[in-house]
């Protein structure tokens, strides 16, 4: 079982940039991969990022592809994303996710653990 919180979420004007981070609490988190998903309002929820178990492979959603990073800190227990050159349309609710995938781990139903969210605003 793997319990996950996401922060670092906020205002920011276009053009900013901001790090989010997915702190898990067990001590299984480094066997896991992890994603980073969004849900804008109105809107399904969309894969950003993801990245397996030992840092060595990502995966970017086009929309992010060279704006946003995912990194992993195993010895704490913690998942980054890296957001820089933002635009309004990357403002939405970012979870992030954990679970042994396959693939790009860029589909949602793959994942067996959620955090509750943290809210990024893209506005001037």
């Known amino acids: 079982q793997v319990q996950l919180v996401e922060s670092g979420g906020g205002l920011v004007q276009p053009g900013g940039s901001l790090r989010l981070s997915c702190a898990a609490a067990?001590?299984?988190?480094?066997?896991?991969?992890m994603g980073w998903f969004r849900q804008a309002p109105g809107k399904e929820r969309e894969f950003v990022a993801s990245?397996?178990?030992?840092?060595?492979?990502?995966y970017y959603a086009d929309s992010v592809k060279g704006r946003f990073t995912i990194s992993r800190d195993n010895a704490k227990n913690t998942v980054y994303l890296q957001m820089n050159s933002l635009k309004p349309e990357d403002t939405a609710v970012y979870y992030c996710?954990?679970?042994?995938?396959?693939?790009?781990?860029?589909?949602?139903?793959?994942?067996?653990?959620w955090g509750q969210g943290t809210q990024v605003t893209v506005s001037s």
């Open positions: 996710a954990g679970g042994v995938v396959v693939g790009t781990r860029s589909r949602g139903d793959e994942y067996a653990y």
């Open positions: 067990g001590r299984t988190f480094s066997r896991y991969d």
């Open positions: 990245i397996n178990w030992n840092g060595y492979s990502t």
